[in-house]
């Protein structure tokens, strides 16, 4: 049974870091992208971050408004993904989630059009 429990998420302040975490559990992590997308109250679930599986390459891909900020990666061991956060930002503020495919090695991309998604961890950016 696929399942994915993020963990992480927490009250900071602008300029702050956070990392979350994405546990996996019922699959092999390296066959499959993990996604991360966030959701702001009010507003659509957006596409942060994913990192393809390292069948096809394991590459990591951003949205614009995180580039040089976010930082995601992959630890097989603990089969678990990331989500290294700096200088955050009051627009950050969302609930953030991971999701993965059923199918292995599907591409990257941020359609929230994944199988498999966590319950999600509350990110609150405010002084």
């Known amino acids: 049974q696929v399942r994915l429990v993020e963990s992480g998420g927490g009250l900071v302040q602008p300029g702050g870091s956070l990392k979350l975490s994405c546990a996996a559990s019922?699959?092999?992590?390296?066959?499959?992208?993990i996604a991360w997308f966030r959701q702001a109250p009010g507003k659509e679930r957006k596409g942060v971050s994913c990192?393809?599986?390292?069948?096809?390459?394991?590459?990591?891909i951003y949205a614009n408004s995180v580039k040089g900020r976010f930082t995601v990666s992959r630890d097989g061991a603990n089969k678990t993904v990331y989500l290294q956060m700096n200088n955050l930002k009051p627009e950050d503020t969302a609930v953030y989630y991971c999701?993965?495919?059923?199918?292995?090695?599907?591409?990257?991309?941020?359609?929230?059009?994944?199988?498999?998604w966590g319950q999600g961890t509350q990110v609150t950016v405010s002084s």
């Open positions: 019922g699959f092999s992590l390296e066959y499959y992208a």
């Open positions: 999701a993965t495919d059923r199918i292995r090695g599907r591409l990257c991309r941020f359609q929230p059009d994944y199988d498999y």
């Open positions: 990192l393809t599986s390292t069948s096809v390459g394991g590459r990591s």
